[in-house]
């Protein structure tokens, strides 16, 4: 303490390191400031010269277009903000949709370039480097233009078994159609989902206490499972109904129809960056040490067992944050929808942007949603990584 | 010891914050009046502020020594890069009338393809000085877009396009079927409002410009394709077949389209304007591009005279030289050369010539008088 004061009187504070340290990001911040507010006002000034105040106030206004996707309901009376929605919801389901397939797609690639089969392995190989050195906006106009749009017309459509429709207007699939009794089905599903969660936390701590390993995931299906079944039955009338798609006048009705446009994005997107994710996923595999399975294989452990016991909970360390950086970019990917006509967030912010002349306002509002999926996302995945995180002590 | 030094700093900070805060809002002032040229005392009332800039665009426009015009660059017959990769069309001949009547030489002017979704973002930032592209004048677009319509240039209608062995033969055989449009276009809305006060049930496939909109009709993707009839006239001829195609016989809204200027600089719309008034008076008092000449040194009628220059000085009022009616006339042509020129019974885009001939002739074309 003492000698710190001595240095004190003798050091000059514009010679003070700590001091110095301090000053120049208290300098660097007050630049920031200051260019940030240039930047403000000159944009006012630019706006207010041309006669363009800013508002969100448009929102509330009639939007006057159809749009072909919704996932509520939406008519042309609707407001600005309503379709905004519709395009927020529509960018979700390709998000979650595109997460969920490309994870799993891309595992198994992961897993095939690894794989001591040389077929397997070539062939892996041969896709991950074609698809990765393509352009996104490249392969999806070529799903859309050169797969989903040349399917037959709707008069000639193919019909796969279980009554899948391929025609150019989409994919018709069969699709349940709720019926009276849905209400009382979805409560006996939740109750099941609720007795599954018990199972699960019964046999783990089952499995705390005694150091064995049941069966805890296949035991929670089950259950839920179970549940599902009975319920289906004992209800009076079946909870749904199947409805095939049939084809009426100009295009498919009935079933579910997954428009081309729906298709190509979510097929070119998932292919795309499943191709990377197999990319993360073999580098984590490979980092995790040769010793690690080969003592798994000495404990009798097979090909499989080694994989999903050994290699993974190690190989998911390394594989998580380039993985978060992978959904990252198919979400953001996703704003491509605009080139084969999807309407997704963007698309329909462009299209009310158009309508309203409200560009300044809707680029923000794309910009700031755009941040908050992100961001929401990599929280969730930074809480993940965290959890699974190797403890040591 | 270091605990303080950094709530020493941290409330140094937030000083300055507060300080740079305080500073931006005294300083934020000063580039609005700081602007250039004159500037008219802009009253802060109501949500809108009055633009200024009276005369800025043409001065802009000189000292840049060319005409940045935002065209279309897909719709033959009114924007379009034809094979040798020129642009053609009579929205593009405007653009080069609008150069001609300004510089005296039709060459002077910059084309800058901008899609249906940017263009009056593009014409209110100022990246072009008039968007000429097939643009349907409207309310919305007159206002709230802050632009302004100068002349109609074009009279047109939306149509429907279907394939010829469809045995679609009105809207109401649309009905269940999809319909392809282009986005951010009036059209778009039209069809909105058509087919819900026929209660047509339809499906929308909506696309970002017109190359991919007619794409996905050309791959069957819709049942139909809309938009102004001009605009499918001059699109059916790049179709694989074009007589495999036809259009429908109904009008589903009326589409004036025109060239577009921005708010606020009053001498700027008043050229534009006048640019279309002086091709459509050239067609009235017969004077082309070939007789121009002659006409000049021979004539007596007061308000050719006025228009091509030689009496009065009608071309100084708007601020350009006298001769800017000439120019235009000699250097591009009147409104009937333009229009044959890329419309006319000799291209393949060819469409009569219908409303958009002279009042003298049925039509409603009218210029106001040179004077």
Redesign the interface.
Known sequence: MQESAKQKATIPFWRDERILNILGQVVFIIGLLFIGSLIYQNMKAGLARQGISLSLNFLKGISGFDIAETLLPYSRTSSYWRAFQIGLLNTLSVSIVGVIASTVFGVILGVARLSTSFLINRLAAFYLELIRNLSLLVFLIFWYLGVFLKLPRVKEAVIWPGSIFLTNRGVGIPWGLPTDSYQTFRLILIVGLILAVGVFFLFQSYSKRTGRAPLTTLWTLLTFVIVGVVGWFILPEKPLTFDAPVIEGLNMTGGKVLSPEFMALTSGLVLYTSAFIGEVVRSGILSVSKGQVEASRALGLNGFQTLRLIVFPQALRVIIPPLTSQYLNLIKNSSLAIAVGYPDLFYISNAIQNQSGRAVEMFSLVMITYLMFSLITSVFMNWYNRRIKLVER | ??KT??IV?LL??AS??LA??GG?ST??GE??TV?ETVIVE?PAEG???????YGVTLETVKARGNLICGVNSQVPGFGYIDADGNFSGIDVDYCRALAAAIFGDANKVEFRPVT??ER??AL???EIDVLSRNTTWSL??DT???GNFTATTFYDGQGMMVPADSGINSLQD?????VCVQ???TT??N???V??SLGIA???????DAD?TF??YA???C?AVTTDKSGLVSRRTVLADPSAHVILDVTMSKEPLGPMV???DDQWFDIAQWTVFAMIAGEEFGITSANVDSVRSSATAPEVMRLLGLEGDMGLKLGLNNDWGYNIIKLVGNYEEVYNRSLGPDTPTYIPRGYNSLYTEGGLLYAPPVR
């Open positions: 010891m270091r030094l950094w700093s140094l900070v300055f914050v740079a805060c931006a300083t934020g580039p609005v602007v802009v949500a809108v502020v009055a633009p200024s800039g249906a979704a009056f973002t209110q930032s100022g919305v677009r709230e877009l802050g649309l009905a269940g079927g999809t986005t951010g276009t778009e809305l069809l909105a409002d087919m819900s339809y499906t929308p496939a909506v696309y970002e991919s794409a996905a791959e069957e993707r049942d921005r708010h606020g």
